[in-house]
C-alpha cells in the first residue's frame, strides 16, 4: 500500500455492491455521492450496470453523431456524462461500470495522479482473472472520434490488453468532489456500439482490433468478474458495506428530471455557450 492508498484508507468508505439502473440515474447517483463526499459524508466505492442499455455521451459531444432513430428501435437509452470523451454503448452484459468518489482535497492534485492513484484498484481486479493488462503506453491512433473506443489512447486513463483498449475512466470535478468513473468491457458487442452512432463507416472488424472484453481473454464469468471489481475496491480504501440513503436516492430522481433525462441536457449542441 502506497502513501496516498494509505491515507485514503483511513477515512469513512462505503461499498456499494453492483447497482442496476438507468443511465440517467446512474449519472445522477455519481453526482450526488459526490456532494455526500463534499458535505463530511463517506466517500464511495461502487460497481453498477446499465438498464436498459445506454448511450452515454461525452460532456462535450454532439448529438448529431447519434442515430437516434435504431436507439429508439432497439430500446437503448441516451444520457450525457459530466465527463468528457466520446459515447459508450453500454449493455447489461457487455459493461461493467464503476465509480470511486472522494473530497478533492484528499487526493493528488495532479490529474495524472490522481488518475493513476485511482485506477491502480482497476488494473489489479483486471489482472487478478489473469489478463496482463496496462495503461497504454504509446500513442495510438484515431479511428473515428465521436466513439470514445475509437478516439485516440491517452496514457492516463486508457487500458489496453494485448494491445487492444479493455477500460476507459474519465473524472470530473464538482463541489470540492472528484468522481472517477469507468467502463469495463467484459464483452464486446461491436454491431450494437457502431449501431448507436451515425455518419461514420467503420466495420465490425476494425472496432474489434481495436477493443476486447474479459471473456475473450479469461475464462471467467461475468458474475466472477464484477466480484474481482467489487473487492478489489473495497480492500483498496477498506471500505464497509453500505448503501444509499433515502435522501440520496430522491435527490438523484430529481436531477435525472430535471438534468440526466432532459432533451436540454442530453440534446443540447456543445457549441452553444451554456
Same mark, same amino acid.
Given at each position: ?60 459531444? @454532439? ?31 457487455? @459493461? ?138 473495497? @480492500? ?39
Amino acid at each position: 500500500m502506497n502513501d496516498s492508498q494509505g491515507a485514503l484508507a483511513d477515512r469513512e468508505w462505503r461499498l456499494i455492491r453492483e447497482d442496476i439502473r438507468s443511465g440517467p440515474m446512474q449519472m445522477a447517483l455519481d453526482e450526488v455521492a459526490g456532494e455526500t463526499a463534499a458535505n463530511g459524508g463517506p466517500r464511495t466505492v461502487r460497481v453498477y450496470s446499465w438498464e436498459p442499455s445506454c448511450l452515454s455521451l461525452g460532456y462535450g459531444e @454532439d448529438p448529431d453523431t447519434v442515430d437516434w432513430e435504431f436507439c429508439e428501435r432497439e430500446g437503448i437509452d441516451v444520457t450525457r456524462r459530466p465527463t468528457g470523451g466520446g459515447g459508450i454503448y453500454h449493455d447489461r452484459d457487455g @459493461d461493467v461500470a464503476y465509480s470511486i468518489v472522494a473530497p478533492k482535497a484528499e487526493l493528488p492534485g495532479d490529474l495524472i495522479d490522481c488518475y493513476h492513484l485511482l485506477c491502480e484498484p482497476i488494473l489489479d481486479a483486471i489482472r487478478s482473472v489473469g489478463i496482463d493488462v496496462d495503461f497504454v503506453d504509446e500513442d495510438v491512433p484515431v479511428i473515428w472520434h465521436p466513439a470514445c473506443y475509437l478516439r485516440a489512447l491517452h496514457p492516463a486513463h486508457d487500458m489496453v490488453a494485448e494491445g487492444r483498449k479493455i477500460a476507459g475512466n474519465a473524472q470530473y470535478r464538482r463541489r470540492d468532489a472528484v468522481v472517477q468513473h469507468g467502463s469495463l468491457t467484459y464483452s464486446v458487442d461491436a454491431e450494437t456500439h457502431l449501431g448507436v452512432f451515425d455518419g461514420h463507416d467503420v466495420t465490425p472488424e476494425e472496432f474489434r482490433d481495436r477493443v476486447v472484453g474479459v471473456d475473450e481473454l479469461a475464462d471467467v464469468s461475468r458474475e466472477t468478474f464484477v466480484e474481482a471489481v467489487t473487492d478489489s475496491l473495497a @480492500d483498496f480504501v477498506d471500505a464497509e458495506e453500505g448503501s444509499w440513503t433515502d435522501d440520496e436516492l430522491d435527490r438523484a430522481r430529481t436531477r435525472v428530471e430535471e438534468k440526466y433525462a432532459t432533451d436540454e441536457w442530453v440534446r443540447r449542441n456543445p457549441r452553444e455557450r451554456q
